[in-house]
């Protein structure tokens, strides 16, 4: 039968739908409980404090069946270390909610570890930072996106897993000098902790509505990235030295200034772009134009204060370690690229076949007043993930659970296709 798999769908829904209802919160939830909106419409909460000593358990029984089977799994690998070295054994609960308000959907997922800095955890950096990039891009910003990056405890955890699979070459090989820098791969990775913040300004008038060219002339883009300078320092003269451009240099006060010559930047549509190096205050700036890199430089008017700003991160974290905004200017130019673009039919023929779903999917992204933003931060306690957008958990996690379906229908589909080939025609079997 056709419809043989669709008795599943219903189970579905009951498993990704939550009760809102109000009910007594197990005591080690507590704490993650406060971390998510337990009035939201979707609410999630699952202890794992003592539960992930029974699934190494599972996991040991899995490796050793799996060598008995043949396969190539090293002997020194158990799931207990493996879990320690990847701090997953810190975890204590997890808990998501999403609550449909503004016509978007506020989502919060949260991963209750004690604080723990170990394995995994330590690649996302220190708790309670301020926010980088808000401060920087001036008010109206359109995208603003800022990644910290933490890897000084990336290389003992990489050595420990590498022991585990009696991998011991790699372990020499992060010991050996690099001569550019003269130091080794470990040394490297130990000092590298680093925010990376990118702020892009498009031009969203009426023109830009149905011309792309307009937006790419018009806008104006920015990246700073902190942390990073002594790395510069050694290498920066050779990069400079390598690059095929023949770049301008100049220094002032402690700043470092490269840029392109002006007979190159004639063709540029109006760009000027800069690499400044700041040693003073440890940034290393690249500018579109000089003129977009004085007013981040000054501070004065920034995107943290502008009202559009606060509003699409209202209900996030207010610190973290990263984060993006999308302007409602953006969303709304980004739908106006669209449909310009598929009146004529610029995507293809086959577009046809998607344009439905993705029509629906522009609907949303601007069917709220606000723009979209996500937050990434850490807190004594744990991890949150929250977020601002035309989605809610919920949603994701019944699409991922169809997808599986539908690909598990595909696969067999696919089999029994083979098996049609091997055997032909059943008709013809007598």
């Known amino acids: 039968m056709k419809n043989k798999h669709l008795f599943i769908i219903p189970i579905l829904t009951l498993i990704c739908c939550s009760s809102a209802m109000s009910q007594d919160i197990h005591p080690s939830l507590k704490k993650t409980a406060s971390k998510i909106d337990t009035a939201g419409d979707y609410i999630s909460m699952t202890k794992l404090d003592g539960d992930v000593a029974a699934i ?159 937006i790419i002339a018009g806008s104006n ?58 040693k003073a205050n440890g940034h290393i700036w690249i500018s579109s134009k000089p003129e977009f890199y004085a007013i981040c430089k000054s501070g004065n008017n920034s995107l943290a204060k502008s009202t559009e700003f606060k509003a699409a991160m209202e209900h996030l974290p207010s610190k973290g370690n990263s984060m993006m905004y999308l302007s409602k200017g953006m969303l709304f130019t980004a739908q106006s690229q669209y449909e310009s673009a598929a009146k004529v039919n610029m995507f293809g023929n086959d577009f046809a076949k998607g344009k439905e779903i993705i029509d629906r999917l522009m609907e949303d992204i601007t069917e709220s007043d606000k723009g979209w933003a996500m937050a990434l931060s850490k807190d004594p306690d744990g991890i949150l993930l929250a977020s601002r957008g035309p989605v809610g958990l919920q949603h994701l996690n019944f699409a991922t659970k169809i997808i599986s379906l539908l690909t598990y229908m595909n696969i067999q589909k696919e089999e029994e296709k083979v098996m049609r080939n091997k055997l032909g025609p059943l008709d013809n079997l007598e």
């Open 221 to 278: 883009a920015i990246m700073r990235i902190d942390g990073v300078n002594w790395l510069w320092d050694k290498l920066g003269d050779q990069i400079i030295a390598q690059s095929s451009i023949p770049l301008e240099k100049s220094e002032l006060d402690g700043m470092i200034t490269y840029t392109i010559p002006a007979e190159m930047r004639k063709d540029m549509l109006g760009y000027s772009p800069q690499l400044i190096i700041d």
């Open 56 to 214: 190494t358990q599972y996991l040991e029984i899995i490796l050793k069946t799996a060598r008995s089977n043949g396969e190539s799994i090293p002997e020194n690998i158990n799931a207990k270390d493996l879990f320690s070295i990847l701090g997953l054994d810190t975890l204590k609960a997890i808990g998501s909610s999403a609550k449909e308000l503004d016509n978007a959907w506020i989502n919060h997922s949260y991963i209750e570890n004690g604080g723990s800095t170990k394995g995994l955890f330590s690649l996302i950096g220190e708790s309670n930072q301020d926010f980088v990039v808000p401060t920087i891009c001036p008010a109206g910003t359109d995208l603003a996106l800022q990644v910290q990056i933490d890897l000084r405890e990336l290389a003992p955890m990489l050595m420990k897993v590498a022991k585990l699979s009696g991998k011991d070459q790699m372990t020499a090989d992060m010991e050996r000098i690099i001569p550019e820098i003269n130091m080794t791969p470990t040394q490297l990775i130990a000092k590298l902790k680093m925010t990376v913040s990118l702020a892009i300004d498009i031009n969203t008038d009426e023109n830009t509505q149905t011309n792309p060219l307009a």
